[in-house]
Structure formats: C-alpha cells, structure tokens
C-alpha cells in the first residue's frame, strides 16, 4: 500500500482488507461487469479506452493492495477507486458491521457513520419501522440502492407528530445482513444520476457474490442491566458455481428481540397509587419494541455468450413486530380488564423485491445493463389486549383484537443504462454515460375492521375508516447524461444532467457539476455543486386518518381532501434543493489519510405536519369528511392539521474522517480512524397556509432543526494480530434539542398547548464499546462484546412533559437509545 493516494471515509484499510469480496466486487452503476470470484469467468473486460492517458489515480495506484480497489457510485469511470472519487464516500466493510455489535443493519450503520442517525421511539406504530437520517434531513431524503438498483420504501407511515412525521422510507432491516459484501455511503445529493429523491445522500448495499464456501453466524445478548430485551440472530450465507461461467449464492437469517421494558418508580403511570389494585403493567410503560424476523435472498448470474449474461436478485422478509403502549386504568373496562391493561399494537409484514437483468459489451462501442425490478410491502396493523370501550357498553361486548389498517405501497421500475470510454481528439480520455427509467408506483391504505373505528374505536388506535382507504398511483419518467473528463492527468470533472417527470407531481431538471484535482499525489481538492427535486410521495398525499371518541375527535386530513382545505390545506409543492459540498483529501504519510469536506444544503418546501386547528373549524372539516361525528362534543377536544410545506431549511455542516494504519511487525497492526460531523440545520423562511397563518409552530421547526444531534463523533481503534483481534469504539452524540408538549402535570392553561411548549436539551454523552475476538483456527471465530459498557442514558424530562408519568425520555430526539447497556456474544464459522 506504498502508494496509496488520499483518504475518503471512515473506513480504516484493514477493514477494507479483511473483506476480499469488497475488492472483487463493483456495484452494477459502475460497471456492466460485477467482478467475481476467481471460480467465475465473468465476461471479458473492455479494454482501456485511452491506455495515453490514463487517469492520474490508475497510475499511481499500480501497487496498491487489491482489497483498497473499491468502486464506488459517484461517478461512471468504473476503473476509479473509492480514494479517487470528487464526491465523499465511506465504504463500509461487512466485517465492520459485525464489529459494531448491532444486529439490526440501520443500527450498525449509525454506529460506524457519524452523517447517520436513528431515532429512539419506543412507542406507536412508526417505531416498527427502521428508518435513518443523514445529514439531520428527514428518511425520506435519503436514497437506498440494492447493486446500484433503487429499493423500494415501506408501507409503514409515520403519522405521529414529529421530526420523521409523514415518512415512508427504505426499512434497511428487511435486507438480509449476512448478505452484504459492503456498504458504500454517498454523503452527497446525487439526484442527477440516481434519481432527483437523493437530496441528503445515497446508500448503495452491495451483495456478496462468490460462486463457493459457506458462512455461518450467530449471535445473542441482552440489556445487561434491566436483564430483558433479549435478542439473538441465526444468519447463512453460500455460493455455488453455475457451470463455468455463472454463480448462485444464498442468504437467510433469523433475528428475534424481546421487548426492553423500563421497569422503575421512574416509569411509573402518576395515576396509579400504592393503594390501588395491583397491575402489572403500571411501572412499564416505557418500552422498545419486539420483533421476530425472517429475512432470504438468493443472487445469480450466468453468462448467455462471451458478450451477455443475465443476473438477479430476490429478496424476501416477514416480520412479526408489537410495541407496548400507555397503560389503561382499571375503570375503563372492569369486566374484562380488572387490573387495568396496556394495548399492543401490532404489524404482520411481508417485504419483498425482484430484480431482473441483462447486461453485454459492445452495443456500439458501448456497455450496456437493462434491468426491471418490482418491490412491494404489505402491513397489516393491528391492536391486542385492547378494547372498545362504546361498543362494550352499548352491546356488552367487545373483541379485543383487531386489525386497525393494512398498507400497500410497490414499485415497478425499468431501467437502461450504458456508457464507453473515448477520447474527444486523441487528447481528453471522456467516459459518457446515458440511461433511461421508468417507475410505476402504487400505494393503497384498506380499511380497518369495523370494531377498529366505530363508536369512537379500540384503545390505543382507532382503526382506518372507509374515508381513508383508497388506491393511488403515478408513473415517473426520466432520462439521465453524464459525463467524467480528465482535461489534465491530474485533474477530473463530472457533469450530469437529469429529467424526471411525474404525473402528479410536474416535471423537474436537476444538474450535478463535480471536480477535483490532485495537487500532489498526496494533497487533493473537490468541489460539487448540485440540485435536487423531491416529489411528495403517494402515502404523503394522500394518507389520512380519523379518530372520533363520545367527546372528542382527532383527524389527520390529506392535503388533498377538500376538507383539509377547508381549514387552510393546500395541494402538496415537491421540496427542491440545492447542494454545495467542498474539501480537501491529504496523505500525510504513508497509510495515513484525511479528508475534510463543508456543506451547505437549502431546501424549499418542507414537508410535515401543520400546526393543528381546533374548536368549530376542525370540526366542520372532519364533518366535510362524511365521517359521523356524534352530539355534544367538546370542541376543544377536537383538533385537525395536515402535512404540509411548512417551510425552508438551510443544513450546514462539516464532515472530517481519517485512518492510519500503525504496523507493529510480530506484534499485529493497529487501525485507528477517527469520524466527525458537525450539523446545524436553521429554518429561514416559513409558508403560510391558503389563510395567510403560519404553517410552523416552534414545536415543528424544532423537529426540523434540532432533533438530530449537532456533532457526532467516532472514534475506533482495531488491532488485530492474526488469532486476537480487539475492537474499541468511543462514540459522542451531541446536543439535540426539543419543544416538549405539556402533559397532564403541568398547569391546566399549558396542557395540550399546540402553541406553548417547553424547551428541553438532550446534553452531550458519551458511549463506549468494546469487543474481544478469538480466531480459534481459519474456520471459527469467537467474539464477545459490549455496547454502551458504562449504561449511559438520555436525559428525563420533567415532570410536566411526562405524559401520563411513564414517558420519561424525548421520544422524538435522533439521540441515544434507553436501553443502557448491551452484553453479547458472537459466533462466525467459515467453511
């Protein structure tokens, strides 16, 4: 590795080293040909189009260990190395995500990439859903790729009030993990090339590809100090050869996390005195969500002639998830829940995609791939242990298991994709790239069962009436030219164009301009400036919900019903962005890389949830519904809002990561890498609605300024020496920040505000892992770990915010989790 050039990412090179596939394997937008095994005889490479004048990084990078020779997605050169890249990218490797300790893949990539955050929620139906942040912008800003093939999103909204309010985004736990070679994370908007959607970024899983061998993990652990939150994983994953010139390899897991319930005086429902009948379930209201998962895939392609080969991909998951929520007390139903009870709510998922190519050489001088893919996702939601209290009293019985609403959304996408290298005169080596894409997309939303929803519904959730079911789709069109120059041998430039069309949505050209160029073979320079166009999606169009009790009412309205209009509503603007990104890229030393980027992103016309209306105009617009609202309702129990363009924000940030490699001879090598992200997103203007009114409280600009943490910083040290291996990680989340709303314990004139909130402050902590592994010989390892040894938990809230007592963290931070804790054992044989 003498002669490695310039750091890009936070991936230390004996990660990437340890991962052979990570260096044989090249994502299907880079390149018509996947390396493979050396087993498989992939089809004959093209040769270099312009061996006069090879580019600076090809040169110089002619000693360079195979296992740093990671493609990556920024641009269409395919021969260009993850360290060459204009555009920052972290690579990370599947031995990492190992390391990390986490056996849910958005968690293990929150916990190596400090531009990525989760959010910890433990509660309603948005918490069975895994989602990511990048760059503190919202899910559905970010943009997943399967080899270089757009995944499709879930079902599974996010209806809630808060920072992901209106969300439907790729879930990355229905990806099988035994089944990925490597990550590679775009910080970067890349709306030109893969679609106007990637505002914050773009991540591309790639799989494993290899024709033999077989692999096996398991693992298990549990919250070490509350003893509960069990969970364990069985994953497999093998190759076989397909005659001598093709490849199937197979993937499955089993993954099963118990519920971590907070079991404390701290928790416990303000209601419920020491006088009162005992329940089980008045100190643990505070709980994260259980899951049992299986997840297949299965991967092929076989060459038709020495030109062609087809591929493939399957994937496949069910899921079983409930979450636990606020505890009733025993006067809501004494005769069937003596004791009070706490409803479950629940989701039968079943996940899956298919994707289908065909790919050549010389198509007119040029490479080629067509491709067809369709992903669906189906939720059926549900409540058990619950209730119905009207009907139980009007019929004197009640089921107290139902099903709320099932969600539908799937996709059907077509591409084809080509490029070739030439040189413009005999001088400018140019790589040109072209494609076109077209997407079908389908969203539906059933109806509840009747006992979900009438006479005011099942505790917990009301379910989905008729007035919010429906089916809803759009066609998107689009065509894409890029092109990669190199005007000097030091020097590179991209530039691409795109056109999207949307029937329902209008039509949208987007541009990226990137270029570097390396001063020195140790010192480069990058600059991209880009811009994106973000349609709202069907279930952000188009979902509403109603819940109508004997004395109150509650409704999120379509912003494309009349009766959201009505209180202001107006047809969701598709949110437009433009980027700036600028850094340096250094070598210091030999195995010593840094890599400093800023970024500015401004965004129009963010979409999420208006402030509510209350009183006689939220009633009228529920009534304009056609829902029956019953007599005698308090209307200031009756509240209404939308999701709308509420405004725009402007996202400032800093991204530095380095690595070093210390070479420590008979004693092993040490990999240390340090990551850091300073974030800072500020609304600069807020819309009003068709009224002239805000559409922004300072409760919803808090959830898109200050609910994703202000710094994050990773740092890792990895020594190995061959039979130890021992993995040390000190992570630091920064301050987040939040309106809190004002609960039952707070004064009568504060309670429910939707104009008076508390501010409260997540302050800075710091979690620390560490993992200890054992090479028992090639084919066995053996690891045990901890994540967040010392039990490090959020802050609490006060009192006054606490709803009911049992709400003891703000659910809506993208901070730390509350479970404390986590111990656990690891098992990886290889054959």
Do not use: C
């Not at 250094?586 to 949830?609: A, C, K, M, T, W």
Request: charged share 20%; glycine share 8%.
């Amino acid at each position: 590795m003498k002669h490695t050039v310039l750091a890009l990412g936070a991936v230390s090179l004996a990660s990437l080293a340890s991962s052979a596939q990570a260096a044989t394997t090249s994502s299907s937008t880079d390149t018509i040909t996947r390396e493979r095994s050396a087993h498989i005889h992939p089809l004959p490479a093209k040769p270099n189009a312009h061996p006069s004048h090879p580019s600076p990084a090809k040169s110089r990078n002619a000693g360079t260990d195979a296992a740093e020779e990671i493609h990556v997605s920024t641009g269409h050169s395919y021969k260009r190395t993850a360290r060459d890249s204009p555009t920052p990218v972290t690579v990370i490797s599947s031995a990492e995500l190992r390391r990390s300790g986490q056996l849910n893949l958005a968690d293990a990539i929150a916990r190596l990439d400090p531009s990525i955050t989760t959010q910890a929620q433990g509660w309603d139906a948005g918490a069975l859903t895994s989602s990511i942040r990048m760059r503190g912008l919202n899910p559905n800003e970010v943009l997943v790729l399967m080899d270089g093939k757009r995944r499709h999103t879930t079902g599974n909204i996010v209806a809630d009030r808060g920072p992901q309010q209106g969300s439907t985004s790729v879930d990355l736990n229905m990806i099988p993990a035994s089944a990925i070679d490597h990550i590679k994370v775009l910080r970067d908007g890349a709306g030109a090339r893969y679609g106007a959607d990637a505002v914050a970024g773009v991540i591309n899983i790639v799989t494993k590809k290899a024709a033999q061998g077989l692999n096996v993990v398991t693992d298990t652990g549990a919250d070490a100090y509350n003893g509960d939150g069990w969970r364990y994983r069985v994953g497999a994953d093998g190759g076989l050869k397909w005659g001598n010139n093709g490849f199937v390899h197979l993937s499955g897991e089993v993954y099963h996390k118990d519920f971590f319930i907070s079991k404390s005086r701290a928790t416990r429902d303000h209601r419920w005195a020491p006088g009162d009948a005992w329940s089980p379930y008045a100190d643990h209201s505070t709980s994260t969500p259980e899951e049992t998962r299986e997840n297949l895939s299965i991967e092929w392609g076989k060459g038709i002639t020495q030109q062609i080969e087809t591929y493939g991909l399957i994937t496949y998951t069910h899921r079983h998830a409930e979450t636990e929520q606020h505890y009733r007390l025993p006067s809501i139903a004494p005769s069937v829940y003596p004791a009070g009870f706490a409803p479950i709510e629940t989701m039968e998922e079943n996940d899956f995609q298919a994707n289908l190519g065909v790919r050549g050489h010389n198509l007119f001088g040029f490479d080629w791939d067509l491709s067809t893919l369709y992903g669906e996702d189906d939720n059926d939601l549900g409540v058990n242990n619950t209730i119905n209290t009207n009907m139980l009293a009007s019929t004197g019985w009640s089921p107290t298991h139902v099903r709320a609403a099932t969600y539908r959304t799937s996709q059907w996408t077509s591409n084809f994709d080509a490029h070739r290298d030439f040189n413009i005169a005999h001088v400018l080596p140019v790589t040109f790239s072209f494609g076109a894409e077209h997407r079908l997309e389908m969203y539906s939303i059933k109806a509840g069962e009747p006992a979900s929803y009438i006479d005011g519904g099942t505790a917990a959730m009301a379910g989905l009436t008729s007035q919010s079911a429906g089916s809803w789709d759009r066609n998107v069109w689009s065509g894409y030219l890029d092109g990669n120059f190199h005007p000097l041998k030091n020097w590179q430039v991209d530039l691409g164009g795109r056109f999207e069309h949307y029937t329902d949505s209008g039509s949208a050209e987007t541009g990226k301009v990137s270029t570097r160029y390396d001063v020195t073979k140790r010192i480069a320079v990058r600059v991209t400036i880009s811009n994106g166009f973000r349609a709202p999606t069907l279930a952000e169009s188009h979902y509403s919900s109603l819940n109508v009790s004997p004395t109150g009412a509650a409704a999120l309205l379509s912003a494309t019903d009349p009766a959201a209009q009505k209180i202001g509503a107006s047809r969701l603007k598709a949110e437009r962005s433009t980027n700036v990104e600028g850094g340096f890229i250094l070598e210091p030393v030999d195995n010593f890389h840094v890599s400093v980027d800023v970024y500015q992103i401004n965004i129009r016309n963010r979409i999420i949830g208006a402030n509510y209306t209350g009183g006689q105009a939220a009633y009228d617009a529920i009534a304009q519904t056609g829902i029956t609202l019953p007599s005698g309702l308090n209307l200031s129990d009756v509240q209404a809002n939308y999701l709308a363009n509420v405004g725009s924000t402007r996202t400032q940030g800093l991204d530095i990561q380095a690595d070093y490699r210390l070479r420590l001879h008979r004693y092993g090598t040490l990999d240390l890498s340090l990551m850091l992200n300073l974030n800072r997103t500020r609304m600069h203007h807020t819309n009003t609605n068709a009224f002239g009114q805000s559409l922004s409280s300072a409760q919803t600009a808090s959830y898109l300024t200050n609910a994703s943490p202000r710094s994050k910083i990773i740092l890792n040290a990895y020594w190995t020496n061959g039979e130890w291996d021992v993995n040390i990680r000190e992570t630091r989340y920064g301050q987040t920040s939040s309106m809190l709303t004002y609960y039952d314990l707070a004064p009568a004139n504060l309670q429910y505000s939707t104009t008076h909130f508390a501010a409260f402050v997540n302050t800075p902590i710091w979690l620390t892992d560490l993992e200890v592994g054992y090479r028992v010989n090639p084919h066995w390892h053996i690891a045990v770990g901890a994540n967040n040894i010392f039990n490090m938990r959020p802050r609490k809230v006060k009192p006054a915010n606490n709803y009911l007592g049992s709400s003891i963290y703000d659910s809506q931070a993208a901070n730390i989790g509350y479970e404390g804790a986590y111990y656990y054992g690891r098992v990886n044989a290889t054959f």
